[in-house]
């Protein structure tokens, strides 16, 4: 039997347009709350907060 994967792939969306523009992996059983960081957004031109969608 092999290991139980404890990451979890997230995709990240900016929170003024709502696009998804990253993805990254998250430890979920280290952390259980959203995840949220500020990134470029394309769209917007500008750093904006980014939280982790369902």
């Known amino acids: ?3 139980r994967k404890m990451r979890k792939k997230v995709v990240l969306a900016c ?3 709502a696009s998804r523009n990253y ?3 998250k ?3 280290i952390n259980s709350e ?3 960081a500020r990134k470029y957004c394309k769209n917007c031109g ?9």
């Open 15 to 17: 929170v003024e347009c």
């Open 34 to 36: 959203r995840l949220e």
């Open 46 to 54: 500008k750093h904006t907060l980014h939280r982790e969608t369902k």
């Open 27 to 29: 430890n979920s059983s």
């Open 1 to 3: 039997m092999g290991r």
């Open 23 to 25: 993805s990254t992996n």
